[in-house]
Structure formats: structure tokens, C-alpha cells
């Protein structure tokens, strides 16, 4: 895996890249009829260490996503949603927020305090400014990988944004389950990540017009946070 280097620091608040997870290649080509589509449901559980979070906030703080998509599979025009982490009561809510390569994530500065956006090494070319008490600035995420986000003045603030190469992702609800809809026919290696947990894969070939059933359960090591 690559390692992506990009640092980014967030005025007391940092921003660093940790290894590119997430590679494409090969499937079938996504039609235009739903009825060709497949889908992916399943569920998360968690084996816990010692955590400061909840298993319910563990739960949602995973998210699942398909390799080996082919970017002709891709819906043409995959609509990039912005993102949104706020920063209120010295933590960034959501924890943990998954978008697709070449989205934007707005940073909501909700408490009564500055917080700096810049990047290191200057290289990167990410730099925000300083966006103002109650105000807001907004970063385009053009890499796939994973990049946490740590306040260096409130070590409680701390994120992490996903970047994945497709839209086949989903993150777990409040039970565990997940469903990730609209699924070219084909064959993928479908994925688990979780910033306290290794990364766990598993094959799965989606059928037109069928629900496909994987389920995952993954080992916590540390604290949340960590």
C-alpha cells in the first residue's frame, strides 16, 4: 500500500495522512435498469478491548466498502455530496466520515476559538487559513486514504476522514447492519476498516437483482481515540 504523506495542521489542530487502503480493478459494467443491480447487506460485530467510546459509537465508526470496481462500473455521474466535521465541545462530530475521492469536507468551527487550517510540508497545498469563531472552511479530498484529524491543544478532538475510490461504501447503523445498494453484477473483495482494528476482507460475487449476505466481526485492540 502506498503511504500517502500529506500533513495537515489544524491550528491547535493537526491533520495527517496514514497509508492509501483502497485500489480498483476489474468487474462488469453497471446497466441502466435497476433490475441488473445487486445488493449487499450484512452486519458488524465487535469484539471490544477497553474502550473510552460506546459499542453502539464503536459500531458506527466502521465502515465497509468494495474493491475491484472498475470506474466504468461507476454510476457516470457519481454525485460528491460535501461532508461536514464540527468542531463543538472539544470533540469533531463524526468521529470518523467516509466520502469518495475528489469530495469536500467543510470544517464547522463551533466553539468560541480559533482553529488554524495548514498543511505540512508546504508541498501539499492544503491550506485553509483560519476559519472564524462559528464560521467554516472546506478541504477537497482528491486521494484515497486514511487521514486522522488531532487537535493539538484538546487531545479529545480527534477524527478521522476516509477516502475511499468509490461510492460502494456504507457504515453500520446502531444494530450493526449495513446495506450497500446499486451494485454492478460482478466479482469484489469486500472490506472492514476500523481505526482499532486491522483491516478485514472478504470475496464476494453480487448477482443481478439479488441481495448477497456478508457478515463481519472484528477484534478492537486499544482505546478509542488511540
Aim: glycine share 8%.
Amino acid at each position: 500500500m502506498a503511504k500517502v504523506r500529506a500533513l495537515l495542521v489544524t491550528a491547535g489542530c493537526v491533520i495527517y495522512a496514514g497509508s492509501a487502503l483502497f485500489s480498483a480493478a476489474g468487474a462488469t459494467e453497471l446497466s441502466s435498469t435497476r433490475a441488473a443491480w445487486g445488493t449487499l447487506k450484512g452486519s458488524v460485530t465487535l469484539g471490544h478491548a477497553p474502550a473510552n467510546a460506546s459499542a453502539v459509537d464503536d459500531l458506527r465508526n466502521a465502515v465497509v466498502y468494495l474493491e475491484h470496481v472498475d470506474s466504468s462500473a461507476e454510476p457516470a455521474a457519481t454525485l460528491l455530496l460535501p461532508a461536514r466535521m464540527t468542531q463543538e465541545g472539544q470533540r469533531l462530530h463524526p468521529r470518523v466520515q467516509p466520502v469518495v475521492k475528489g469530495s469536500s469536507v467543510e470544517f464547522v468551527n463551533r466553539n468560541q476559538v480559533f482553529h488554524d487550517v495548514v498543511s505540512l510540508p508546504k508541498s501539499a497545498s492544503l491550506d485553509l487559513g483560519r476559519p472564524a469563531k462559528n464560521g467554516s472552511k472546506t478541504l477537497k479530498f482528491e486521494t484515497p486514504g486514511v487521514f486522522k484529524v488531532v487537535c493539538r491543544v484538546h487531545s479529545d478532538m480527534s477524527g478521522v476522514i476516509v477516502v475511499l475510490q468509490n461510492p460502494f461504501y456504507a457504515q453500520p447503523g446502531y444494530d450493526g447492519r449495513f446495506i450497500i445498494d446499486g451494485i454492478p453484477p460482478g466479482d469484489y473483495r469486500v472490506v472492514v476498516w476500523h481505526e482499532r482494528a486491522r483491516l478485514v476482507a472478504k470475496p464476494m460475487h453480487i448477482d443481478a437483482g439479488k441481495a448477497s449476505i456478508l457478515n463481519f466481526d472484528l477484534s478492537l485492540t486499544g482505546p478509542a481515540g488511540g
